[in-house]
């Protein structure tokens, strides 16, 4: 499915649309993500960071495994997600695995349809948040999930790590320089997609951006655990050898 430019949503661009409505990558999703230590990293870290059943909302569900594994322990789950493509597959995953969960087809950017304080726990994972373009338009994004939240809810968000060692010297020395003279394109890394279409641009995080983000929206964080590409927590010096960074944040009483 194509749109002109002018109608993309806001925060979307033509290479995250294509990425979104790829047939192959909807396809393959649930086999790569069931071959990922890192999916396997980031269910665990929820499974530690919600204790109870509550009301769980999944923000970029995809195919739907973070609800599925919840929905079977006892939460009520909604999953929310931009493409139609995904949700349908979450729709028979979730059948196959009798389990259910609401899917919502919405933009991140934009979630007033979901009620104010509706939601003990949120999460956003696998670089979702950096998916979204440009930094006006990722602080909307955790502005609506805290106003989601209940009073105590936690928030777990899962992002990349601007300076990862793998990303290549010539990267990394890039981000360094566009960083240190602040220019808005820092941390947005593009990449030639395997499924077609324009090329996918994904925002690289430092640590302390996205908890400055995650302050600035009004949560406290709580918990934090650096990991590297086969999702194990990262030793030292974590700022190179970590692929991303899984951040537990609570919306204050």
């Known amino acids: 499915m194509s749109v002109p430019e002018w109608q993309l949503p806001p925060g979307v661009d033509r290479g995250l649309w294509d990425y979104f409505h790829a047939?192959?990558?909807?396809?393959?999703y649930d086999e790569q993500m069931r071959a990922s230590p890192l999916a396997s990293a980031d269910v665990a870290f929820c499974e530690r960071s919600f204790p109870a059943p509550g009301k769980l909302v999944d923000l970029g569900c995809g195919t739907g495994r973070l609800c599925l594994h919840f929905a079977a322990k006892g939460f009520d789950c909604v999953g929310v997600d931009l493409s139609d493509e995904m949700l349908a597959k979450a729709r028979v995953n979730a059948t196959a695995a009798n389990v259910n969960v609401e899917w919502r087809n919405a933009n991140l950017v934009d979630l007033s349809a979901l009620p104010e304080a509706s939601f003990d726990f949120a999460a956003c994972l696998f670089s979702t948040l950096g998916m979204v373009r440009g930094s006006e338009n990722r602080a909307k994004v955790l502005?609506?999930?805290f106003r989601t939240l209940k009073p105590g809810g936690?928030?777990?968000?899962?992002?990349?790590?601007?300076?990862?060692?793998?990303l290549g010297l010539s990267r990394v020395c890039g981000q360094f320089f566009s960083t240190l003279f602040g220019r808005p394109s820092a941390g947005d890394i593009s990449m030639s997609?395997?499924?077609?279409?324009?090329p996918l641009t994904l925002h690289h995080f430092m640590k302390r951006e996205a908890v400055?983000?995650?302050?600035?929206?009004?949560f406290r964080t709580l918990d934090?655990?650096?990991?590297t590409i086969d999702?194990?927590?990262?030793?030292?010096?974590?700022?190179?050898r970590a692929y991303g960074w899984l951040l537990l944040a609570e919306r204050p009483e």
Not at 155 to 163: A, E, G, I, K, S
Not at 193 to 198: E, I, L, R, S
Not at 224 to 227: A, E, H, S, V
């Open 23 to 28: 047939a192959d990558m909807v396809a393959n």
């Open 143 to 145: 502005a609506n999930v």
């Open 154 to 166: 936690r928030f777990v968000l899962h992002v990349h790590n601007r300076w990862f060692r793998g």
């Open 193 to 198: 997609q395997a499924y077609g279409g324009a």
């Open 212 to 218: 400055t983000m995650l302050w600035e929206a009004g």
């Open 224 to 227: 934090g655990l650096p990991l």
């Open 231 to 240: 999702g194990r927590r990262a030793g030292w010096p974590r700022a190179l």
